[in-house]
């Protein structure tokens, strides 16, 4: 079994998998304060209620794109598995063509995405990711990773307009049952919610006039399930993207 980490701004994913299989998916907060001990502690723990043991796994694989939780939870992983963990980044092969300005700019978690994206759906595709930030990657027909959008997330735009104003509260994320809200709670869910998937929609439907084609239009991340289902266009939502991808990318090094 490996163990696969991504390391967000918000939420740190941790799963596991055996050959092709992804046997769990777990949250955890980031904290950027932790110990490799307390990381340790809280790994150990997920493990263990999903039945299994630390002493199971044979190698670990992290994404990140919080350099100063990368190395701590690096140290804890290890700790728990004995084994060596891989952090994607330069000298690992991931099979992607990045045509950006510069590659080394391309978050590890957009890199995963895509690779998982290519593997498992036709070309061309867009990539939506709705976690700390939005971020929105396109991949033409040759498999090419051509860039992208990077986009207020839902709770960083929620977060902000509620900082700013004196007499908005703060709201859940449950949709209103109409779009034009009656009260101050349903105005607020409405804009957000509707006004998200109608960002994406538009967003998609420019992508696909510069491509000149229509796109497979996939979707990940933590925010996804509530937004998607609101979208006027067909995307998939697949929870599991980025672990599919720290897989594919592990199984590609791992004779390293």
Not at 53 to 58: D, E
Not at 67 to 86: C, E, F, N, Y
Not at 173 to 192: A, R
Not at 236 to 256: H, R, T
Request: proline share 4%; net charge neutral; with cysteine.
């Amino acid at each position: 079994m490996v163990l696969a980490v991504d390391i967000g701004n918000s939420n740190i994913v941790l799963g596991c998998f055996e050959d092709e299989k992804i046997l769990f998916i777990e949250r955890l907060s980031t904290n950027q304060n932790c110990t490799a001990l307390e990381y340790t502690i809280m790994i150990k723990n997920i493990i263990e209620l999903n039945h299994l043991s630390n002493h199971s796994f044979h190698g670990g694989i992290i994404s990140s794109v919080v350099p100063s939780v990368t190395d701590t939870v690096k140290q804890a992983m290890i700790r728990l598995t004995g084994k060596p963990v891989m952090v994607v980044g330069p000298g690992v092969r991931n099979g992607l063509k990045i045509k950006l300005d510069n590659p080394a700019q391309l978050g590890s978690d957009r890199v995963a995405d895509a690779v998982a994206a290519i593997h498992d759906y036709p070309c061309p595709l867009i990539i939506v990711d709705m976690g700390t930030a939005t971020t929105i990657s396109a991949v033409d027909r040759d498999k090419n990773f051509l860039g992208g959008m990077i986009i207020p997330g839902l709770r960083v735009s929620l977060d902000s307009l509620t900082m700013r104003t004196s007499q908005l509260p703060k709201i859940s994320l449950e949709p209103p049952k109409k779009v034009i809200g009656s009260n101050t709670i349903d105005c607020m869910k409405s804009g957000i919610i509707y006004s998200t998937a109608a960002s994406i929609d538009g967003v998609i439907e420019r992508i696909e006039e510069e491509l000149g084609e229509k796109c497979t239009v996939i979707s990940t991340g933590g925010l996804s399930r509530a937004i998607i289902p609101f979208c006027k266009r067909d995307i998939i939502i697949d929870d599991q993207l980025l672990l599919k991808g720290l897989m594919i990318i592990y199984n590609k090094n791992k004779s390293k």
